[in-house]
Structures are given as C-alpha cells and as structure tokens.
C-alpha cells in the first residue's frame, strides 16, 4: 500500500505543478475509476493479436508467435498471466525433411496449428508464426 500511496502522491503533486491548485483527491479517484472502468470495458470486446506460445516438441523447445482472436481479457491473460506453453509429441505433428540439412526436419504448418489448437478453449487460433526446425538423429 505504500508504493501505491507514493504513485498517488506523485501523480497529485505533477498535476499541482502543471495545473495549478484546482486539482483535488476527489477528482484523482474520480478520474482513476473512469480509467480502470474504459479499460474493463474495452477488454470485451473481440480483438486479434499476437500471443507468444513455448512449444515443446520431442526435447525441443520452441518459441512460437501466434495470431489469435478472443475477447480482450482472454487475450490479456494469455499473453502476460498464463504463459502457454504446449507439450507435443513427435506424431502430433508432420515432420517435413529440410533437403538442405541433413537429419533436419521442419514442422509443418497446417499441423502445428491443429496440434495448438486442441490446447486453447478460449482463443481461437487464426494463425502459426516462425515454423520449428526438429533435429533427429
């Protein structure tokens, strides 16, 4: 509660300075609920956005960057609070062979998005950034 009531004085004390004396605590609560209360409501609403997703295929972790759409808060969640991170296996995705490399195979992309899929409930996938490279011996 302390550092929130030194943030409170700060930001009283910038706008004394900068908007003279007119500026009261009333009107700092009244101003700080009107902010929390557009951005309660603004996360209702369906956006796309990028969400990073750790991929872990076989014994190689990979970071993925996703395209989905959901409501605001679901997004919100997904991308600072509950890191997602899916663990797949082998034959839960096609493995494409790179000619270049030998014993390098890349994950395709339709079945990466199909694997991912099955692990969200809130978010639908619409698309699979940055395709994995899987080495096998």
């Known amino acids: 509660m302390n ?3 030194k943030i409170y004085q ?3 004390e910038w706008l004394r300075v900068n908007l003279g004396s007119r500026i009261t605590s009333a009107f700092l609560i009244m101003l700080g ?3 929390v209360l557009w951005y309660v409501t603004k996360l209702q609403y369906t956006y796309t956005a990028k969400v990073p997703i750790t991929v872990t295929i076989g014994d190689h972790r990979h970071r993925v960057e996703c395209v989905v759409e959901g409501t605001g808060h ?3 969640s997904a ?4 890191h997602k991170k899916v663990k797949l296996k ?3 995705v096609e493995l494409v062979q790179v000619d270049a490399f030998e014993g390098t195979y890349q994950v395709s992309p339709e079945s990466l998005q199909r694997a991912i899929t099955g692990q969200f ?3 639908k996938l619409v698309s699979v950034g940055n395709y ?3 080495e096998m011996n």
């Open 121 to 123: 409930s809130d978010l």
């Open 33 to 35: 609920l009107a902010v």
């Open 3 to 5: 550092k929130i009531s």
């Open 79 to 82: 991308r600072y609070f509950r």
């Open 10 to 12: 700060s930001v009283q």
């Open 74 to 76: 679901n997004i919100v």
């Open 132 to 134: 994995p490279f899987v």
């Open 90 to 92: 082998y034959s839960d």
